[in-house]
């Protein structure tokens, strides 16, 4: 039986350190480390010991009571979120990890929601208990107010309060425990099916740093979780982290259901790619083996098309992700690599990050990435220096905004310059918020062959298209295929791509266009006293709240603000509440931007000077290409326009 147990936590909460009491235990390490020391197995990258902190989601092995498990830990930091995000879906069940002294934390309420949305059966340990300030019940009354109300303070035992508070939620014990007759074992079951259900969380308290409860804790989680892989279908298995090794890529999975086994062959669309080694991690060793089974986490060789997310032995489309970066820099190298150089060692780093979303501008010869904050660049400065001895820089964190349209209309591309040809006509409505870009197709295969449709859609998504006002990408808008037309013989590689990029933008050109700027969602408590001032403060950042919730000694207060005008307000936050207050922030989407007018102006993006997109199309005349505007594209167009 294999079980993938994932360990979570707001920052310096104490999870990387229950971790190492957790491998002592179970004999996967023989000398126990401390985050201080700088000496935590897990935490086995440089720059995580010299900061103290977990960046990277990292694997421990061990059996325990016949079961093989891989205990992961993972980062607590915000600016690491998405190398969280994708170690959660890859979990049988999670150990929320929060400070007897700290309480319920911005991140935990952040780590919470994403382990209800993927509904992974949690435990909590509360950390902590020999720290002075500890105090356990305010921490449970505020597990079960901000988490879940089927939180269950569990002392180790099945004792008279667990038996009643089980039998309160199922009728047929109820009438056991009334009278007398409710076994343990019965209660255990009856334990393990709420807790796969997501309708029981076991809450247990301790030390991890004195050593007290771990081993406890974790023997009461081996009973309550079980698994249930199939290793006699079909192999299946997610992709859930890329590494390194040299030159070579470490393609990490978790089978989801069959046999995987060294040298067999994966077809991805055209390419086959074989399995040429598979490897067990238990922190930086390993061991390699010929077989893996569903359930196991592994590493292998050989594999170079599957990004994180895929799943392999699959229809299934990539996985979307909830933790999406806000920011954009820009990289400043000035060394003596060609940028294309510094281009693919990025490249490989956005390949084990995909959030990074690297992009480079021809027109400036400039590198830009996509982070969670400045932390995050921090780390991506030393990152490279270890691994690439390359000295790199960022610019700034900027925000990274988007466009959209506001009604429906029809674009038109033409591309006919000497011995070639395309034409294509696309319909682009507004999409709801958040929905992206997505493609409907209602032209006639008598009008355009299957083939070509299916290129025009390729071109359509096969990069973030530039909006008019900022330059920045368009979002949330539905594009039809209404029609198109080929040549037999001019039309060859590449002229659909321009037809197709030309009527998105001509029908751009034709209607209202707004800027997007990312939200967040916020929540915080503080003392009363500090109502006027919190309440304040969201007005003059742009945000909006709901009505604060009282109670005799605090104020919580609920709401959305811009991340232009909240990023920072962490710090401020917790300077006037002198660190007693709460605040938790999550991406709550896109939307209309505060300060339209003041972006635009500040961006200076000149849409006539683009060199990639242009809205006017090409006609040809006497042997010889034309430019026709995009006002009079529409006229000028092959096709039938009714």
């Keep these: 039986m294999y079980k993938t147990i994932g360990v979570l936590a707001h920052v310096d909460a104490g999870k990387t350190t229950f971790c190492e009491q957790l491998l002592y235990h179970t004999a996967a390490i023989k000398k126990r480390g401390r985050v201080d020391h700088q000496d935590a197995y897990l935490d086995n990258h440089t720059i995580e010991r010299q900061r103290g902190i977990t960046i990277f989601a990292e694997q421990g092995r061990f059996e325990f009571n016949n079961t093989m498990y891989t205990l992961i830990d993972t980062p607590g930091h915000v600016d690491f979120a998405p190398e969280m995000e994708r170690a959660v879906q890859v979990m049988d069940a999670a150990i929320l990890i929060v400070s007897a002294v700290d309480g319920i934390e911005g991140h935990t309420e952040t780590v919470w929601q994403l382990l209800k949305k993927h509904q992974i059966p949690t435990f909590i340990f509360i950390n902590k208990t020999d720290r002075e300030g500890a105090n356990l019940h305010p921490v449970m009354e505020a597990i079960t107010r901000d988490l879940t109300q089927n939180a269950l303070l569990f002392n180790h035992k099945i004792d008279t309060t667990v038996k009643e508070w089980v039998a309160e939620r199922d009728e047929a014990l109820m009438e056991l425990y009334f009278a007398d ?72 999975l978790k089978a989801l259901s069959g046999t995987m086994k060294v040298r067999d062959e994966f ?82 780093l956005e390949a084990e990050e995909p959030s990074l979303h690297v992009v480079w501008s021809e027109q400036f010869q400039e590198i830009s990435v996509h982070v969670m904050g400045v932390i995050q660049l921090e780390v991506l400065t030393e990152v490279l220096k270890e691994r690439f001895d390359m000295n790199v820089l960022f610019g700034r964190p900027q925000i990274l905004y988007k466009e959209t349209i506001c009604e429906k209309t029809v674009g038109y591309g033409h591309f006919e310059p000497l011995k070639h040809y395309a034409e294509v006509h696309l319909q682009l409505t507004p999409n709801p918020r958040g929905q992206g870009i997505t493609f409907m197709n209602v032209c006639h295969a008598d009008h355009l062959s299957v083939g070509h449709q299916r290129v025009i859609e390729q071109h359509l998504f096969e ?34 791509r321009e037809a197709t990029w030309r009527a998105l933008r001509q029908g751009l050109e034709q209607v209202e266009n707004r800027l997007l700027e990312p ?124």
Excluded at 213 to 240: A, P, R
Excluded at 562 to 578: E, G, K, L
Aim: one cysteine or more.
């Design 181 to 252: 007759q409710l076994e343990d074992t019965e209660c255990i079951q009856a334990l393990r099916k709420l807790i796969e259900k997501q309708q029981a969380v076991i809450c247990m308290a301790g030390s991890a740093l004195k050593d007290e409860g771990v081993i406890e804790f974790f023997q009461w989680l081996d009973q309550f979780t079980f698994s249930n892989y199939d290793s006699t279908s079909d192999f299946q298995g997610k992709v859930f982290k890329i590494r390194h090794d040299g030159q070579q890529r470490l393609t990490f």
């Design 267 to 348: 077809t991805f669309g055209e390419v086959v790619e074989k399995i040429t080694e598979i490897r067990l991690y238990n922190g930086s060793h390993f061991v390699t083996v010929q077989q893996v089974n569903a359930g196991d986490i592994f590493a292998v060789k050989g594999l170079s098309t599957p990004e994180i997310g895929d799943v392999i032995g699959s229809e299934q489309q990539s996985t979307t992700f909830e933790m999406i970066p806000t920011l954009h820099a820009k990289v400043l190298y000035n060394g003596p690599l060609h940028m294309k150089e510094v281009t693919r060692v990025f490249r490989e």
């Design 463 to 496: 990069q973030e298209h530039h909006g008019l006002l900022t330059g920045f990408p368009v979002t949330d808008i539905e594009v039809t295929l209404l029609t198109g037309r080929a040549h037999n013989q001019y039309t060859a590689g590449g002229d659909f």
């Design 519 to 642: 939200y967040y969602r916020f929540k915080m408590k503080a003392t009363n006293d500090h109502i006027g001032r919190m309440m304040s403060d969201i007005q003059k950042a742009n945000g909006t709240f709901e009505a604060p919730i009282l109670t005799e000694q605090t104020v919580i207060i609920t709401g959305r603000a811009p991340v232009a005008t909240f990023m920072d307000y962490s710090t401020h936050f917790a300077a006037y509440t002198n660190g007693k207050g709460a605040l938790s922030m999550q991406f709550d989407g896109y939307d209309f931007c505060h300060n339209e007018e003041q972006v635009i102006e500040q961006i200076g993006y000149n849409k006539n000077a683009d060199p990639i997109y242009t809205s006017s199309s090409v006609f040809l005349a006497k042997g010889k290409g034309y430019s026709v505007p995009w006002q009079e594209a529409k006229q000028a167009m092959h096709c039938d326009l009714e």
